[in-house]
T-cell receptor, first 112, second 115 residues
Framework: QKEVEQDPGPLSVPEGAIVSLNCTYS??????FMWYRQYSRKGPELLMY????GNKEDGRFTAQVDKSSKYISLFIRDSQPSDSATYLC????????????FGTGTRLTIIP | DTGVSQDPRHKITKRGQNVTFRCDPI?????LYWYRQTLGQGPEFLTY????????KSRLLSDRFSAERPKGSFSTLEIQRTEQGDSAMYLC?????????????FGPGTRLLVL
């Protein structure tokens, strides 16, 4: 069993819809949780990071962490075609300065 | 600063050949990481450096792989006697440990195809 599980999709939604992306994990040592966006043939781009449990909002993006359930989510409001990409969750035991463990990524397409 | 850069962006080689990739981190970033990403998978950790010291190596990093960061700035990743299973995207990331911690910023990657 992988330490981090993520539904690979693909996921297609109409423009303007709310998108929900999720990951589950098994390693209780994970304290820092990140979401990266990756366009085709490009490197991952950091979207958001969260420490421990709680919510964090940045514009149209909201990240949620529930450590008791070992479950994290990323919500995208008012989705745009430019949001079409692969979304990767990543986790580490130390803040960003130790190795990241990634999910497989969810491929998202926003349909105009 | 233009971010993390990697060279070459693409490499095609024949099985058994050696290849070397270069990564230039964001200026003054103390830590530098190498990851490997195969199609349909997330990046997998290979190794990381703090300044010039290599602090951790994954079991994925076989004896055919070697990484260096000789002066604590750029880093190279060499693969000897390449195999078809080495075909992947090799990603470099950097982060700043001091004066404050930051998370990892990735480069565009080097895509390797072993024929």
């Amino acid at each position: 069993q992988k330490e981090v599980e993520q539904d690979p999709g693909p996921l297609s939604v109409p423009e303007g819809a709310i998108v929900s992306l999720n990951c589950t994990y098994s390693n209780s040592a994970f304290q820092y949780f990140m979401w990266y966006r990756q366009y085709s043939r490009k490197g991952p781009e950091l979207l958001m990071y969260t420490y421990s449990s709680g919510n964090k909002e940045d514009g149209r993006f909201t990240a949620q962490v529930d450590k008791s359930s070992k479950y994290i989510s990323l919500f995208i409001r008012d989705s745009q075609p430019s949001d079409s990409a692969t979304y990767l969750c990543a986790m580490s035991a130390g803040f960003g300065n130790e190795k990241l463990t990634f999910g497989t990524g969810t491929r998202l397409t926003i349909i105009p | 600063d233009t971010g993390v850069s990697q060279d070459p962006r693409h490499k095609i080689t024949k099985r058994g050949q050696n290849v070397t990739f270069r990564c230039d981190p964001i200026s003054e970033h103390n830590r530098l990481y190498w990851y490997r990403q195969t199609l349909g998978q997330g990046p997998e950790f290979l190794t990381y450096f703090q300044n010039e010291a290599q602090l951790e190596k994954s079991r994925l990093l076989s004896d055919r792989f070697s990484a260096e960061r000789p002066k604590g700035s750029f880093s190279t990743l060499e693969i000897q006697r390449t195999e078809q299973g080495d075909s992947a995207m090799y990603l470099c990331a950097s982060s700043q440990l001091a004066p404050r911690e930051e998370t990892q910023y990735f480069g565009p990657g080097t895509r390797l195809l072993v024929l």
